[in-house]
């Protein structure tokens, strides 16, 4: 549940618009709302700063649809990751606002339409065009929690001088993201040029010896460039996170 929403509803008891009674009655369904099918945690919002996110494969859109329900309804943003298109033309029927990104494969469901203020900066930088859909997943996932988000695509160390060309962009970001396949050297490239924190992201991106991205993690787990963290194989999601995390460090929640 939105903490903003939950501190409204306590003025309102203070004041005496609301009764006890009313108020508990919108509460009974903190920490968590079971719809048979799934434990929604509302009270997420309130211990990490965003809504619980909805991960896609393995649902029907009929559950996805419901989690979104609850979710919004508790006065919360939605956002739905790894989602097809046919997916959001359904979510799209039942919330008009929702918005996607067909690249990352994520949708979004805001409140409202004031646009939040975003914090700076996170740079995300891929090696190859074919690993933007897990680039875009985190700079979707950074924009969505609050950052502001640059990006910096198809600069891999095939041709080193198109990432030299965005050198000043690297010094001003706060959190840099580095998304590789192949054999995921850029990430190494980019660790030993900043001085800054730098989430590698290996993609499933490459020949049969990358082994579906088992080649680019090794490879970055193995970094000689220090202060390098490494996530998931195409977990794009996890390093927006994170990299949110990083960025927003020391703001108000």
């Not at 850029?186 to 049969?208: C, D, E, F, R, W």
Request: charged share 20%; glycine share 10%; hydrophobic share 45%.
């Amino acid at each position: 549940m939105n903490p903003q929403r939950i501190l409204n509803l306590l003025e309102k008891v203070r004041k005496r618009k609301v009764l006890p009674k009313q108020a508990l009655e919108s509460l009974k369904k903190l920490p968590f709302e079971n719809l048979g099918f799934a434990n929604v945690d509302h009270h997420r919002h309130l211990r990490k700063g965003y809504a619980e996110v909805i991960y896609a494969p393995g649902k029907t859109i009929e559950q996805i649809v419901k989690i979104a329900h609850s979710i919004k309804t508790h006065g919360s943003e939605v956002f739905i990751t790894r989602a097809e298109a046919d997916i959001y033309k359904s979510i799209r029927k039942i919330f008009t606002q929702a918005e996607y990104n067909p690249v990352a494969k994520g949708i979004v469901i805001k409140t409202s339409n004031k646009k939040k203020k975003k914090v700076g900066g996170i740079l995300v930088i891929s090696a190859g065009t074919a690993d933007l859909p897990v680039a875009e997943e985190a700079a979707m996932t950074a924009e969505v929690l609050g950052n502001k988000v640059q990006r910096v695509y198809d600069v891999g160390v095939a041709g080193i001088h198109r990432f030299l060309a965005h050198w000043e962009k690297l010094q001003k970001a706060k959190v840099i993201i580095v998304v590789a396949g192949m054999e995921g050297a850029l990430a190494s490239v980019v660790g030993g040029m900043v001085n800054k924190p730098v989430i590698a992201v290996p993609t499933s991106v490459g020949y049969g010896a990358s082994f579906g991205g088992i080649g680019a993690l090794l490879t970055m787990l193995n970094s000689c460039a220090s202060g390098i963290t490494v996530v998931n194989i195409d977990n794009g999601f996890g390093a927006g996170l994170a990299a949110s995390l990083i960025n927003q460090s020391g703001q108000k929640r």
